[in-house]
């Protein structure tokens, strides 16, 4: 008899728990049909999800898609728990990697709602934002903010004697610009004043709402000021047999890419292999100039460059540092 009873128990519970697998598969479909596609999710990181929001006695899973601040707070705990769990260097970087791409298309979801809540004018610029200035014929230079009041923005010229004998007067201009947080915008508008000076010219920009959001970077950036060594693979599609080391500053970074500002002159194209360090991790690149800019009053060239071969780990590494997820110290916490 007594058998009989346990018996009969052991088959309750198993019942129970396959109906509340069973339960949390209807839900999984749920929430990956009704928030997670929205949110440009695979199943299997719709699943990931909720399984973390369970973990964490979260009713409403959507409020992570919604709210910044707990889904860093869960992921961040999370990747504690992978990194100091006894599962292979292998399982734990691709778990990682699930979360923060999880997280990146959270931060895609949240900019798709910011874009049609608001509407991004002139006067969302800020005094001595970088900005980039296109003229009607094509021609264009970096240059930022001076100033801005009710009426105006300003603006200085470069130093360029052919720029400044020209007549900015009425003409038509567009400026681009990031909004922070955001995304890149073209502003259109026309010069209201010239104010030329001995050795400075500075124009008067009328203020606009004719705005153009035209570019959300992909994934989150960090400007950041980070030593950096490089060399040269590959220049004009020719193999450097012996790369020498060159010195750089990187000034934005990604798990995508970064901004790399360098003496040498390097053509759009080349073939980079980069060396720096982040939390005092070192880290090894391959990256690929896309494109190159002159910095104001300076020689120097500012490289902005596409990761052709980067580890998970690293990629890790480097969204843990843009996502800021620190301890106090300012070091990486998830690194022992």
């Given at each position: ?119 991004v004018t002139s006067r969302h610029l800020n005094p001595h934002q970088k900005v980039h200035v296109q003229m009607e ?121 970064m901004a790399l500002r360098a003496e040498k002159e390097i053509h759009k194209d080349s073939l980079l292999e980069i ?46 540092f843009v996502y800021d997820y620190t301890d106090k110290k300012g070091k990486n916490a998830f690194i022992s």
């Open positions: 008899m007594v058998v009989f009873i346990v018996i009969i128990l052991i088959l309750f519970f198993v019942l129970l728990s396959y109906l509340a697998f069973k339960h949390h598969l209807l839900q999984i479909y749920f929430f990956h049909k009704q928030a997670g596609l929205k949110t440009g999710f695979t199943y299997q990181e719709s699943k990931s999800l909720y399984w973390l929001a369970e973990d964490h006695r979260i009713a409403n899973k959507t409020v992570l898609l919604n709210f910044e601040n707990k889904i860093d707070y869960i992921l961040s705990n999370e990747i504690r728990r992978i990194l100091g769990s006894a599962e292979s260097m292998q399982e734990r970087d691709n778990k990682i990697a699930l979360y923060f791409e999880i997280r990146r298309k959270v931060d895609l979801a949240l900019d798709r709602k910011k874009a049609q809540s608001k509407k014929n094509g021609t264009g230079f970096d240059t930022s903010i001076l100033g801005i009041d009710n009426n105006h923005i300003e603006i200085k010229l470069p130093e360029d004697q052919y720029i400044y004998k020209i007549s900015w007067k009425e003409k038509k201009i567009k400026i681009y610009f990031w909004n922070k947080d955001d995304a890149e915008y073209i502003l259109y508008s026309r010069i209201a004043q010239e104010l030329k000076h001995a050795s400075l010219c500075i124009v008067q920009i009328s203020h606009s709402s004719h705005t153009k959001r035209i570019q959300k970077r992909r994934y989150r950036r960090a400007d950041v000021k980070i030593p950096a060594e490089f060399r040269i693979i590959e220049q004009d599609k020719k193999m450097n047999k012996d790369p020498k080391p060159e010195k750089g500053w990187i000034y934005n970074l990604s798990a995508r890419g060396n720096f360090a982040v939390n005092s991790e070192p880290l090894s690149v391959m990256g690929k100039v896309i494109n190159t800019n002159a910095i104001q009053n300076s020689k120097d060239k500012l490289l902005h460059i596409k990761f052709t071969k980067l580890k998970i780990s690293a990629m890790n590494t480097i969204h843990m």
